[in-house]
């Protein structure tokens, strides 16, 4: 069975240009979990999706943005780069949403803002 | 933001040897834990799991243990093998938050020859 898959593997961008991070689920899994892993700052929830929808979002500022597919794949925006920005970008995909619904991630987009 | 820490904790054990990380959470309406290793360059991988419910869990050369008087997790490897150096973080879910997971600061873990 596929794992979670995500692309770019890495991606380089400028201030203020928008980036793009595409993620693909695990067969099967409708919810689909955006985390930032920057460094010195551990993993930090960006967003979730569930069914199509954006369900909940993290302390994130408005620039950073996404949606989920019909198919559940989803993608991850991120307007107006800052350098801050640079970091992991992480995407997980769960079966449903309840509390024991394990999280399994994939591999990252390793995202460069110069 | 929830996440913490800026210095990782590390232990380091040689082969063989068995190795015990642990794991601080803090919210005592946490119902499910999760521990995950993270080799470098590479996105975090699912180990165990353990509900609140229980309080020791076995997998493969791994045992989770919870006390959740003291909100305490640990994480045990059995006859530590260099593959097994990487990263481990614990997570929680649950408490109004089942959504996501809420990471631990992490640990590097070296295996030495």
């Known amino acids: 069975e596929a794992g979670v898959t995500q692309s770019p593997t890495h991606l380089i961008k400028t201030r203020g240009q928008q980036a793009t991070l595409r993620c693909s689920p695990i067969?099967?899994?409708?919810?689909v979990y955006w985390y930032q892993q920057a460094l010195g700052l551990g993993l930090q929830f960006l967003l979730w999706?569930?069914?199509?929808?954006?369900?909940n979002r993290g302390n994130f500022p408005p620039r950073f943005s996404g949606r989920q597919f019909p198919n559940y794949s989803s993608e991850l925006n991120v307007n107006a780069l800052e350098l801050e920005d640079s970091a992991l970008y992480l995407c997980?995909?769960?079966?449903?949403?309840?509390?024991?619904?394990?999280?399994?991630f994939g591999p990252g987009t390793r995202l460069t803002v110069l | 933001g929830e996440s913490v820490g800026l210095h990782l904790p590390t232990l380091s054990v040689q082969e063989g040897d068995n190795s015990i990380i642990n794991c601080a959470y803090s919210?005592?309406?946490?119902?499910?834990f999760i521990w995950y290793k993270q080799e470098s360059g590479k996105g975090p991988q699912f180990i165990i799991d353990?509900?609140?419910?229980?309080d020791k869990r076995q997998g493969q050369r791994v045992t989770v243990l919870l006390n959740k008087t003291v909100k305490h997790l640990s994480l045990q490897i059995a006859a530590t093998q260099p593959g097994d150096s990487a990263v481990y973080f614990c997570?929680?879910?649950?408490?109004?938050?089942?959504?996501?997971?809420?990471f631990g600061k992490g640990t590097l873990l070296t295996v030495n020859p």
């Open positions: 067969s099967g899994h409708t919810s």
């Open positions: 919210n005592s309406a946490s119902d499910y």
């Open positions: 997570a929680e879910k649950g408490g109004g938050s089942n959504y996501k997971l809420t």
């Open positions: 353990i509900r609140s419910n229980m």
């Open positions: 997980a995909s769960s079966l449903g949403s309840g509390s024991t619904d394990t999280q399994y």
């Open positions: 999706y569930d069914e199509g929808e954006e369900r």
